[in-house]
Each structure stands twice: as structure tokens, then as C-alpha cells.
């Protein structure tokens, strides 16, 4: 068996607070007719990705599909200039399709390559539920106190058991009423949710160390389930030295690629959860090493997931192999489009996610349903979202 022919898909994502961004799907082909699918969505940068793949094709053309460690070393290793986002995103991409494609050669779902299940779903938390740009399906957002309180409370209706979101905008330098207002969200959707239901909240680096503290401090009481970014990722020291002020677990990783990356974030201690995405941190190969690394430090790993449905889907299969995965983020605004494309929808009930049965994935992408999401055009920076720092 030999790889003949890596083709690329953009698909225009649902709206997400602002113009909406891209999803980019990797299908790698062998000479046998089996095929595999892949993601490497990069959220803004998927021009760049889908140039980075096509010079990668010319190298993997008659390789053998099942040398997926050979093929992932030889792609970061044997380049000029590896790393950063649009190539570990091209490798991610690739590596998701040929393992997808070995286990639908094989016969067995993509789990069983990973040593098997050691559970049958994970628990999965709530995003993208908030925002009145974001179509969920039901034409529902929030942006006063009592939205939040109300749409928060439908998600506990819907089955859901945990949920992320973000009550801390502007400038890093906080004010005493901007911690006010980020307050007075987290308390309505704790009181709206009770105390059974995880309640996390991700700043996205909004806040510099000193704002970051005040803000946990403020928000201490309402048993915050994990603190998402709460400074930039890319000073671990200061992060490390922020973990230690504070009594509320933190999380941080969606925007590290590869092992390497993890290592110092794991040998400081700067966080309890960490989030590699398998669409930029080098796929479902470059994850089950980060996550072996995390688990000798007794750290949990919640893969990011702000992606497309074969970002979902692959990320599920790794956390029923993964015994310190911890939960699994979705966005309930995309399931519609997930919905829309698959050829077999996730199965999500009651606050919990597994995959379709079947090998592979388990599920791929309908082609044909691609022409309903033609690629959308955007303005770097101009249409992007984290404008205030």
C-alpha cells in the first residue's frame, strides 16, 4: 500500500464571534482506494496551512500510509524551519488522516490503535453557548446578567454537566468595575446551574498577573472548576509563580505545540489540566506523548477543541484510550454544522460524549455537504476576536 493523493477541503465555520473563520479537512488516499480523513483547522491561518500541506504531498506520495511515526518524525525533523502553528497544524492534520486511513485498512476503530478503551465515553463541557453571534441551532446567546442565566440553565436541561465561558473582557490592566461585571456573571451562572454542574472560566490571556489575581480572588467562591488562560501562555515562570497564588486549578496548552513545548510547562508546575489541540500540537501521535508526559506529573488533560468535527471526533478516540483525560470541550454552537457534513453525527447524551461505532473515525466527511459552507473571506486581525491587548 502506498499513499497516491493528499487532497484539501476548507469549509466556512458557523459564526464565532466575528465573521467566522475556516475549517480545513486533510483526505489522504492510497493506491488501495482506503482513504483517511484529517483536520488541521488553525482558526485564521488556513491558507497558509493548506500551502504547507501541499508541499508536504510531494514528499508523502508513494510512502507507506502505516509508517505514521516515520512519516510524523520525518515532516518535524528532517524540514528547515520546523515547528510553530501552520506547520505543526499541517502535521496534525496529516497524521489524523493516516491514522484514520490504518484503521479502516485494519478493520478497527482508531481507539484500538491507541491500546484500547479505558472507558466507554468522557464527560464533555459546554462552549460557545453565550455569544448572540453564535447560531446553536435555536437562535439563543447571552449578553446580559440574566441571559447568562438563563441560556446556562437551559444547557443543565439539555443534559449538560459542565461549562466554560469567558466573563472577563478588555484591556490586561483590570478595573474594579470590570471585575465587577465578570463577577456578577460567574455568580448568576453558578446560582443558575447549582452546585453539581462544573463551572469553569477561560480568560484567553486577557488579564496581565496582577489583574489576573484580583480576578480569581473574586471569583473564588463560587467553586470555579479551572481557570483557563489567566495570563499569556508564553511566560511559564510567570504562570507558575500565578498558580501558586492562587486556590483554583489552572489550565493552559491550546496554543503550545509538541511535547517539547509541554515540558517546561510540566516541570514548573504552572498547571493542574493542561489542553494540547490535536489540530496543532501534531495530532493524535504528538498527544498520547504529551499526555504520558502530563500523567508522570499527575497532571489531567482536557483536549482544546474550538474546531471542526474531525477535530471532535479524534479527540474523543483519544480520550477513551487516555487514562488521565479529564473532560472533552465541545462547542454546542457547531453541532449543527457537524450535524450537517458527517457522515455519522457523535453520539452526545446526558453531559457525555463517545464515538460512532465503525473503524476509523467511525465517521467522515460528505463531501457533497461541503458546498453547502463554501470558504469564507476574513481580514487577519481586523476579523479576529482578541483585539484588547
Not at 235 to 243: H, M, V
Not at 300 to 307: E, F, R, T
Amino acid at each position: 500500500m502506498k499513499i497516491s493523493d493528499i487532497d484539501v477541503f476548507r469549509m466556512r465555520t458557523p459564526v464565532h464571534k466575528t465573521a467566522g473563520t475556516n475549517w480545513l479537512f486533510v483526505r489522504i488516499t492510497a493506491d488501495t482506494g482506503d482513504y483517511g480523513w484529517g483536520e488541521a483547522s488553525t482558526q485564521y491561518k488556513d491558507l497558509g496551512v493548506a500551502a504547507e500541506i501541499e508541499d508536504f504531498a510531494k514528499y508523502l506520495v508513494g510512502k507507506d500510509p502505516f509508517q505514521i511515526e516515520h512519516i510524523w518524525t520525518s515532516l518535524h525533523r528532517r524540514v528547515t524551519w520546523t515547528g510553530g502553528a501552520v506547520t505543526m497544524s499541517a502535521i496534525s492534520g496529516i497524521d489524523l488522516a493516516l491514522n484514520d486511513l490504518k484503521a479502516k485498512a485494519l478493520g478497527v476503530p482508531v481507539y484500538e490503535m491507541l491500546g484500547g478503551k479505558v472507558r466507554d465515553n468522557i464527560r464533555a463541557y459546554a462552549n460557545g453557548w453565550f455569544d448572540p453571534d453564535e447560531d446553536d441551532g435555536l437562535g439563543k446567546g447571552a449578553t446580559t446578567v440574566d441571559d447568562y442565566r438563563r441560556r446556562s440553565a437551559e444547557l443543565v436541561e439539555e443534559g449538560w454537566r459542565a461549562m466554560k465561558f469567558y466573563p472577563f473582557y478588555g484591556p490586561q490592566v483590570i478595573t474594579p468595575e470590570r471585575i465587577q461585571q465578570g463577577v456578577e456573571l460567574v455568580e448568576a451562572v453558578r446560582k443558575s446551574v447549582g452546585p453539581s454542574v462544573e463551572v469553569a472560566v477561560d480568560v484567553r490571556g486577557r488579564l496581565d498577573p496582577w489583574s489576573a489575581r484580583r480576578a480569581a480572588k473574586a471569583i473564588e467562591e463560587y467553586d470555579v472548576a479551572w481557570l483557563e488562560e489567566p495570563i499569556l501562555w508564553d511566560n511559564i515562570d510567570a504562570l507558575a509563580a500565578f498558580a501558586n497564588h492562587t486556590n483554583i486549578p489552572i489550565s493552559t496548552g491550546e496554543q503550545l505545540y509538541g511535547r517539547w513545548d509541554f515540558r517546561p510547562l510540566l516541570e514548573s508546575h504552572a498547571a493542574t489540566i493542561i489542553q494540547p489541540d490535536i489540530c496543532h500540537a501534531g495530532g493524535i501521535t504528538e498527544l498520547r506523548k504529551i499526555a504520558a508526559a502530563a500523567e508522570t506529573y499527575y497532571v489531567s488533560v482536557a483536549p482544546h477543541n474550538s474546531n471542526g468535527p474531525i477535530s471532535t471526533v479524534a479527540s474523543l478516540h483519544l480520550d477513551l484510550a487516555m487514562p488521565n483525560a479529564f473532560m472533552q470541550e465541545i462547542f454546542v454552537s457547531f453541532l449543527g454544522a457537524y450535524e450537517a457534513v458527517l457522515t455519522e453525527m457523535i453520539p452526545i447524551s446526558d453531559g457525555h460524549a463517545t464515538v460512532p461505532d465503525g473503524p476509523g473515525w467511525g465517521t467522515e466527511i460528505d463531501v457533497d455537504a461541503l458546498n453547502q459552507f463554501p470558504p469564507g473571506d476574513y481580514v487577519t486581525v481586523e476579523s479576529e476576536p482578541y483585539l484588547a491587548f
